[in-house]
């Protein structure tokens, strides 16, 4: 059975039932549009104009569900199984971090520098598979691989590349104890966890209680632990000029620049975020070409 509602009031019940846990005004309100737009396909303008909406005991119940999770201060993105990455709806679950903008902007960046086609790419723990699929899809003909260790995430971006119909090659290894795969690319990529344990403090609940802490966090004594592995191997499986890009802690960005110099790559770059703070470092591996030229670019 459907009774119609006013936009505007439900609107207003569901902004009201969320405030007390998400206690910010405009986080609220964005959650609140989200909700709606997700389960009615309402937007802000037809919230204005106060468009009846009908809603059914079905959709009634999966409201009350999610706004039962959101009191509980689980991210809308588990909420609503599903997060915008540059354009293309992702899966989300648990098992898998949410994507976050400066992903988005460092995939942009690749696509930015890569407009000829035909790249070979590998994205080491790839999580939901945001950055290889849509790699794979913006990059004309890229041929793209992706690792991942947990089988959970491996699912989760399996079902997106099903979805989304992106050609990627999934491989379940372990970056930190097994060799990569044979080969050569010209692209590797990869957004590892770089959160230090002791910078849980300044988290936010949600994120410490509710995103895979494999995906985030490392060691406060080893804070490079993936960078120093990742560094190590691409030399042997990056075409000569091939490029390297690694989203980065903050704090962090010299020591990987060192890293990628110590390693013969050339061209080294730290690249800051919208927020200008130092996020991706890039490199271009040219060693067997001029092994003396080095300079970092800032
Ligand atoms: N940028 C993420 C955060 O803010 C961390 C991503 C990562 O560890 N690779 O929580």
């Known amino acids: ?79 609503l199984g599903i997060t915008p990455f540059l354009g293309r709806d992702f899966r989300v679950t648990p098992a898998v971090l949410i994507p976050r903008p400066e992903t988005e902007a460092l995939v942009q960046y690749i696509i930015d520098h890569h407009p000829q086609g035909g790249k070979r790419v590998l994205d080491i723990g790839t999580g939901s598979g945001c950055i290889a699929i849509t790699l794979q899809q913006e990059l004309s003909q890229a041929i793209v691989h992706a690792l991942e260790v947990d089988p959970e995430a491996l699912q989760v971006a399996q079902e997106n590349a099903k979805k989304l119909g992106a050609m990627v090659h999934f491989i379940q290894a372990d970056i930190l104890h097994e060799p990569l795969p044979a080969q050569k690319w010209d692209i590797i990529v990869s957004n590892p966890p770089y959160v230090r344990i002791a910078e849980q403090k300044h988290m936010q609940r949600r994120v410490l209680a509710h995103e895979p802490a494999k995906a985030l966090f ?21 075409v000569l000029a091939g490029k390297l890009y690694l989203e980065i802690n903050e704090v962090f960005g010299q020591v990987v620049a060192s890293l990628l110099i110590g390693a013969g790559f050339e061209r080294v770059c730290v690249v800051k975020d919208l927020h200008g703070k130092d996020r991706w470092v890039v490199g271009t591996f040219e060693r067997e070409r001029n092994s003396i030229h080095k300079h970092i670019c800032l």
Do not use: W
């Open 1 to 79: 059975m459907n009774y119609a509602i006013s936009s505007k009031a439900l609107y207003t019940q569901v902004y009201q039932a969320l405030l007390p846990a998400i206690q910010q005004d405009r986080e609220c309100q964005a959650i609140t549009q989200r909700l709606l737009g997700h389960y009615f396909q309402l937007n802000s303008i037809s919230i204005a104009l106060d468009e009846p909406i009908h809603l059914s005991l079905t959709q009634n119940n999966l409201l009350l569900a999610a706004i039962e999770r959101l009191s509980h201060q689980e991210p809308i993105q588990y909420v």
């Open 218 to 238: 490392v060691p406060d004594e080893q804070p490079l632990l993936f960078y120093q592995r990742i560094v190590a191997l691409a030399p042997y499986h990056l």
